[in-house]
């Protein structure tokens, strides 16, 4: 749980990135804890083009990063367009966040996460050192 301090306790997902991008910094103790920032490459594009085939024809020939389709976490309470679906892809970063911290990217797949409008504003976006598609 990257986002409960190891200090205080306390739950941010707003943490305070430090300059060097080494250190997400709790806003309520200071407590300093080491992180991989790393990029996010995403695959995006409208449904039918192509996207799922990639994922397949990539998947357990790439080790260097870890390939996920954005598919497999939708639920019904994400279908919120009038939050630009916020919650999910709030959700979405925080679990390339995590799985980051293993040493390994995430390439994720999926329509819509390859929308800047959709990731950029997002909380959990300050974890990665950029975001590319
Ligand atoms: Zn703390």
């Not at 024809?57 to 916020?86: C, H, M, Q």
Request: charge should be positive.
């Amino acid at each position: 749980m990257f986002n409960v301090c190891i200090n205080c306790g306390e739950y941010h997902a707003d943490k305070i990135i430090s300059s060097d991008g080494k250190y997400a910094i709790c806003p309520a103790c200071g407590y300093k804890h080491h992180f991989r920032r790393m990029p996010l490459h995403l695959v995006s594009g409208a449904s039918g083009t192509g996207k799922t085939a990639v994922y397949h024809f990539l998947t357990g020939k790439v080790n260097e990063a870890v390939l996920l389709e954005s598919d497999i976490l939708w639920r019904s309470e994400f279908n919120k367009p009038e939050t630009n679906y916020r919650d999910y892809f709030e959700t979405w970063l925080r679990m390339c966040k995590n799985i980051s911290q293993s040493g390994r990217p995430v390439v994720l797949f999926g329509a819509g996460v390859g929308v800047p409008d959709n990731m950029e504003p997002c909380i959990e976006r300050r974890y990665f050192s950029y975001l590319s598609g």
